[in-house]
Structure formats: structure tokens, C-alpha cells
């Protein structure tokens, strides 16, 4: 079958960096996303990575090795707006996106 | 104005009935999905259309329907509501290539008692 897995819930200091894990079992491979949800809203875009490496976004980058299954999210600076949920997310060979549960991240002051 | 509106965004409805959840969108893009979501549970894709003419299921698809009005508009329907659909529904929106991301309207939160 196919599985994302992610941490449930982390939990941060503001001005702090962490990393958000996730990895993953697919039939097939075409990229991965992240996506920030708040609570009680829709999910927005972040990154998509396709190959294996880091790609950096201001405070936030996001790196793949596809070999090891393995993708995280890393934020830095966090801010009290980044406390929301982090979902994973995988295409598979039919460009169909499978999601993780998503971790929710909690910044404390 | 949002590019990915949803209506109604709240719904409390009994056992039994029929409902239709709304979906437009402004972007001019050819793909749209519906999801729902449950917690601790990541999103679940019940259908996507590619098109007006290709509707497709999702993982999910057992006591939804669908219908692809325009490239603008597409509805997701629940013809006999049970409580286990009990849910968020999300409509998304992507642009004609495999790899786009998902643009998510605000969702509509649905109570089935």
C-alpha cells in the first residue's frame, strides 16, 4: 500500500528552527509537495520538490533524497503565524497526490 | 474576490437527505478535485475532473456523485447522507499539468446527525 508518514504534532520556540520530517512509500514517484495549513482554513502551497536536493524559500526549505524515501521541511525564524499544520504530500506514477496527516507545529513565545 | 469559492461553508443535515456542496472557481484552470478531510487523517481525494468531459474517482468515491457544470463549476453531491460523512470538503483547482500544485477553496464543514 501507500503511506506518508509525518510526526503528529512538534512544538517550537519563536526566533527557533525546526525541521519537519516525512517520509514515504508510493507506487511511483512525480515530486512532492508541502503545504501550510492554519487551522480551520484550506491548505496553501509551499514547495515542490522533484529531485533530490534542497530548495530554499526564504525561511523556509525543503529537501528530498528520493533513494532514501525521505523528504523534511525546515523552517527558520519561526514566527507565531507559523504555528499551523504542515502536510506532506506525494504524486504517484498515476500523477495522483497521496497526503500525509500532517503535523501540526506549535510556536511558543 | 477568492479564485476557489465553496458553498455552502457550513451544513448540518439529517440521515437520509440529499446534498449538494458548490464549487467555483476563477483561475481558468481545467483540473478540479474534491477532498475531505478528517482529523488525524490526511486528505482523502473522492473525485477530479480534468476536464468537463473526463470525471474521474478518487480513493473515496462510495456515496458521492459528482457533476462538472462548466470548466468554472464543479459540484460534489451526497445522495443519501450517513453520519460517517461527517466531514471537511475541500474543492481544489490546478492548472493542465501533472505536476501543478493545488490551489484549495475554503472548504465547507459538513455535520451529518
Known amino acids: 500500500g501507500q503511506n506518508i508518514d509525518q510526526p503528529t504534532e512538534m512544538t517550537a520556540t519563536e526566533g527557533a528552527i525546526v525541521q519537519i520530517n516525512c517520509t514515504y512509500q508510493t507506487s511511483g514517484f512525480n515530486g512532492l509537495f508541502w503545504y501550510q495549513q492554519h487551522a480551520g482554513e484550506a491548505p496553501t502551497f509551499l514547495s515542490y520538490n522533484v529531485l533530490d536536493g534542497l530548495e530554499e524559500k526564504g525561511r523556509f526549505s525543503s529537501f528530498l533524497s528520493r533513494s532514501k524515501g525521505y523528504s523534511y521541511l525546515l523552517l527558520k525564524e519561526l514566527q507565531m503565524k507559523d504555528s499551523a499544520s504542515y502536510l506532506c504530500a506525494v504524486m504517484d506514477s498515476n500523477y495522483q497526490l497521496i497526503w500525509g496527516a500532517g503535523t501540526k507545529l506549535i510556536i511558543k513565545p | 474576490d477568492a479564485d476557489v469559492t465553496q458553498t455552502p461553508r457550513n451544513r448540518i443535515t439529517k440521515t437520509g437527505k440529499r446534498i449538494m456542496l458548490e464549487c467555483s472557481q476563477t483561475?481558468?484552470?481545467?483540473?478540479m478535485y474534491w477532498y475531505r478531510q478528517d482529523p488525524g487523517l490526511g486528505l482523502q481525494l473522492i473525485y477530479y475532473?480534468?476536464?468537463?468531459?473526463?470525471?474521474n474517482k478518487g480513493e473515496i468515491s462510495d456515496g458521492y456523485s459528482v457533476s462538472r457544470q462548466a470548466q468554472a463549476k464543479f459540484s460534489l453531491s451526497l445522495e443519501s447522507a450517513i453520519p460517517n460523512q461527517t466531514a471537511l470538503y475541500f474543492c481544489?483547482?490546478?492548472?493542465?499539468?501533472?505536476?501543478?500544485?493545488?490551489?484549495f477553496g475554503p472548504g465547507t464543514r459538513l455535520t451529518v446527525t
Open positions: 483561475k481558468g484552470h481545467d483540473r
Open positions: 475532473s480534468f476536464d468537463v468531459k473526463d470525471i
Open positions: 481544489a483547482t490546478s492548472e493542465g499539468r501533472d505536476a501543478a500544485e493545488q490551489y
